[in-house]
């Protein structure tokens, strides 16, 4: 029989936004690598992105919990069948696990019979932070999944890579799921050209260690005038998350006031913080990401920082 069993991140999309698809389609449950971190009193909120260690540690506690509940195992389903790492994770700001965890995870799971998956929407982007080919990046795991919207800025759609008989498997699963359009063209043609325009040949838009570099250099300045808290303090990619300790309310009505005054839209989309989290008990109430791409990537840093320091002018008075 097959595993009915897999593992991944405590901020994995599967968890947050498929509303249990995996189990609700094909039974399968999956095996959570919490590294939330146990608030304290040094108020620390940020969890640190998947490591060996907390791989390593999960796996036996699962493996000691199946001899403790004597769990037949001759169908083989409750062995553990993928591990999947997002690279880089989202929900955490970007925060990417370290190169070295990573060729220690492959090699657990390797001894383990466990497949290695990589959510790899972003995988453009985390090339960056490992500094390494996207070639060297993808040869870790047994597949990878990449976005055409995201980094590569195209229409919609994606790409899973594998092995032969994996991609045959998967296109049988696509045809069950419904996710057989009638034509891929626009899709295919649009990645295509995101693909030559941001990636292969990049003179006409910024690379993506260009945005890198800007948002390195925008948290740097932004974060010592003290309003925002980063996550990570320092990017890892060219995203990161913002918190400030104002209600939404407030950040909106300052964020508006800034827009009234010199013309420049600071923020976007703010979020309240979620009550019992980490960031909740550590006092902040609201939440924001910042991404570099295309279009404010062209923006002058001069600008940003004219904006924020108008931002936090505003906000001091309440």
Same mark, same amino acid.
């Given at each position: 029989?097959?595993?009915?069993?897999?593992?991944?991140?405590?901020?994995?999309?599967?968890?947050?936004?498929?509303?249990?698809?995996y189990?609700?389609?094909?039974k399968?449950?999956?095996?959570?690598?919490?590294?939330?971190?146990?608030?304290?009193?040094?108020?620390?909120?940020?969890?640190?992105?998947?490591?060996?260690?907390?791989?390593?540690?999960?796996?036996?506690?699962y493996?000691?919990?199946?001899?403790?509940?004597?769990?037949?195992?001759?169908?083989?389903?409750?062995?553990?069948?993928?591990?999947?790492?997002?690279?880089?994770?989202?929900?955490?700001?970007?925060?990417?696990?370290?190169w070295?965890?990573?060729?220690?995870?492959?090699?657990?799971?390797?001894s383990?019979?466990?497949?290695?998956?990589?959510?790899?929407?972003?995988i453009?982007e985390?090339?960056?932070?490992?500094?390494?080919?996207?070639?060297?990046?993808?040869?870790?795991?047994?597949?990878?999944?990449?976005? %055409?919207?995201?980094?590569? !800025?195209g229409?919609? @759609?994606a790409?899973?890579?594998? &092995?032969?008989?994996?991609?045959? /498997? #998967?296109?049988?699963?696509l045809?069950?799921?419904?996710?057989?359009?009638?034509?891929?063209?626009?899709?295919?043609?649009?990645?295509?050209?995101?693909?030559?325009c941001?990636?292969?040949?990049?003179?006409?838009?910024?690379?993506?260690?260009?945005?890198?570099q800007?948002?390195?250099?925008l948290?740097?300045t932004?974060?010592?005038?003290?309003?925002?808290?980063?996550?990570?303090?320092?990017p890892?990619?060219?995203?990161?998350?913002?918190?400030f300790?104002?209600?939404?309310?407030?950040i909106?009505?300052?964020?508006?006031?800034?827009e009234?005054?010199?013309?420049?839209?600071?923020?976007q989309?703010?979020?309240?913080?979620?009550?019992?989290?980490?960031?909740?008990?550590?006092?902040?109430?609201?939440? %924001?990401?910042?991404?570099i !791409?295309?279009?404010? @990537?062209?923006?002058?840093?001069? &600008?940003?920082?004219?904006?924020? /320091? #108008?931002?936090?002018k505003?906000?001091?008075?309440?």
């Amino acid at each position: 029989g097959n595993s009915n069993c897999f593992a991944c991140h405590h901020s994995s999309h599967l968890l947050l936004h498929e509303a249990e698809a995996y189990e609700r389609l094909i039974k399968m449950k999956p095996l959570i690598i919490d590294t939330t971190p146990k608030f304290g009193e040094d108020g620390e909120f940020r969890a640190p992105p998947m490591n060996f260690k907390d791989v390593q540690s999960t796996f036996a506690e699962y493996e000691v919990k199946k001899k403790q509940d004597n769990t037949n195992d001759e169908d083989n389903a409750s062995q553990i069948s993928t591990l999947i790492v997002e690279l880089p994770h989202r929900e955490l700001g970007g925060k990417c696990t370290p190169w070295k965890d990573l060729l220690k995870i492959k090699e657990l799971c390797t001894s383990m019979d466990i497949k290695l998956h990589c959510d790899g929407a972003r995988i453009f982007e985390a090339t960056c932070f490992y500094d390494k080919p996207l070639k060297e990046v993808a040869s870790i795991f047994d597949s990878v999944y990449i976005s %055409f919207y995201k980094g590569l !800025g195209g229409i919609s @759609g994606a790409m899973l890579l594998g &092995d032969k008989e994996f991609c045959e /498997e #998967a296109r049988i699963w696509l045809r069950r799921f419904g996710g057989n359009l009638f034509t891929q063209l626009p899709y295919a043609v649009s990645g295509w050209a995101g693909y030559r325009c941001h990636w292969v040949h990049n003179d006409t838009s910024m690379s993506f260690r260009e945005k890198y570099q800007k948002i390195l250099r925008l948290t740097s300045t932004i974060g010592e005038q003290g309003l925002v808290t980063f996550d990570p303090e320092i990017p890892s990619v060219n995203m990161v998350h913002g918190y400030f300790r104002q209600n939404i309310d407030e950040i909106h009505r300052a964020r508006d006031a800034v827009e009234d005054a010199i013309g420049l839209r600071v923020l976007q989309r703010v979020k309240p913080v979620e009550p019992n989290t980490n960031a909740f008990r550590a006092g902040y109430r609201s939440k %924001f990401e910042l991404a570099i !791409g295309a279009a404010n @990537g062209k923006i002058d840093d001069a &600008d940003f920082f004219l904006g924020w /320091e #108008a931002l936090e002018k505003e906000l001091s008075a309440y």
